[in-house]
């Protein structure tokens, strides 16, 4: 008796538990819609998270500026293993623009991570990044930068463009052929010090190896993408397993992002339908492709325009061709706001700001960058809409 009596005692215990558990995580999920919901007529928004290294910072500020617009949402993260002055220069660099104390839509991440090469602290700190900018407000879109990306085309393009869209689509490159990458990637399984240690050091390679999964079918792609909102949730707060498992099988898989965010919405009955195979980046790999891709220069200046994306990488530090990005496809002058609707001048002072989620004149001035990718983001769904059931 005294053992059933217990038993009854533990059920409903379990029970309450489990409820005040889902109540909790419920409550949490709709943190993020602290501000209202925007109408289908406003313009769609961004979330953009810009990643650098050691050494880094001056192009970190001159990418934001490049692609700053108040209706956005930025979220900066410099690597741990930088000087204190670097990360006292940036937290200076934002603390004293007067456009982004007003919009107040710039952060930089306080406790960052140790980002070690190839292993899986980019992930983490992707993640760590959408857990972040899920609480900061609405947005429709994140994108992951580095400091080494740059944009060719300017925010009042992209935001145009973008808005002929459906909002849940998901600009990750993909394929499920592997290729070399089975024997030098999903293969080998490392260790990444940075996971629990402050001082950086190369990855540990174990001796053992591992077969391929049979409980989910691998994918791979760039590790540079454009994702929907819904899905940054679905990977942060869902309720299916699947991108937890996969978290957990790629920490110790090497160049996780490149397969991820990939794997995870082509094992998804529910997203696996919302990927468009593109990351929308200009990128130029040599052949057969190693770890890192070329460095773009002005002889790619043309290319790089017909490709109709709106982002490139990498570039050197300081390269003439960025000079020659700002002055011709961004219409911006060193030290200034890339010019739209909000700023027309380029005066970081003297630029409006947005009204009820529109520019201050009420208008977006996109320029011939937005008919390029919107030619480009047409063909892309359509060739989406002609595979619809073949997912992946």
């Known amino acids: 008796m005294a053992i059933k009596s217990f038993m009854v005692s533990f059920i409903i215990a379990s029970l309450l538990l489990s409820l005040f558990l889902i109540s909790k995580s419920a409550t949490y999920f709709h943190k993020s819609d602290h501000v209202r919901r925007p109408r289908k007529s406003d313009p769609v928004t961004f979330a953009y998270l810009i990643s650098a290294s050691s050494g880094d910072v001056a192009r970190l500020e001159r990418l934001l500026l490049a692609i700053y617009n108040p209706g956005n949402r930025y979220l900066l993260h410099l690597d741990l ?40 602290t980019m992930l983490s700190t992707t993640l760590h990044a959408m857990a972040i900018l899920l609480r ?21 393009d992209l935001i145009v463009a973008f808005s002929t869209l459906p909002r849940d689509l998901n600009f990750i490159q993909h394929t499920s052929h592997l290729g070399w990458k089975i024997k030098k990637r999903v293969k080998p399984i490392i260790i990444d010090p940075a996971l629990y240690s402050h001082n950086k050091s190369d990855i540990s ?69 919302t990927a468009v195979n593109h990351d929308l980046h200009y990128i130029v790999w040599d052949n057969p492709p190693k770890q890192h891709p070329l460095s773009l220069g002005l002889k790619d200046y043309r290319r790089m325009i017909l490709s109709s994306v709106p982002f490139a990488r990498k570039f050197k530090r300081s390269d003439p061709v960025l000079d020659k990005i700002d002055r011709e496809l961004l219409r911006r002058r060193k030290g200034e706001f890339s010019k739209g609707g909000w700023c027309l001048d380029g005066n970081r002072g003297g630029c409006s700001g947005p009204i009820d989620g529109r520019t201050s004149s009420g208008v977006l001035r996109p320029g011939a960058g937005s008919r390029r990718l919107k030619a480009l983001l047409a063909k892309l769904v359509s060739t989406r809409k002609g595979n619809a059931g073949k997912f992946c």
């Open 81 to 120: 293993g930088a000087p204190p002055a670097e990360h006292a220069q940036l937290a200076d660099f934002v603390a004293k623009s007067e456009a982004f104390s007003r919009f107040r839509n710039v952060w930089i991440v306080g406790k960052s991570n140790l980002v070690t090469y190839r292993g899986p």
């Open 136 to 156: 900061l407000g609405h947005w429709d879109w994140f994108v992951n930068l580095s400091a080494a990306d740059y944009p060719l085309i300017t925010q009042d």
């Open 205 to 273: 390679w174990s001796a053992n190896q591992r077969g391929l999964p049979t409980a989910f079918k691998l994918y791979t792609g760039s590790a540079w993408t454009i994702l929907s909102r819904s899905f940054a949730e679905y990977c942060i707060l869902s309720w299916d397993n699947l991108p937890r498992n996969l978290l957990l099988y790629y920490t110790n898989f090497i160049s996780s992002p490149e397969g991820y965010f990939q794997t995870v919405i082509c094992n998804s009955k529910d997203f696996r339908d």
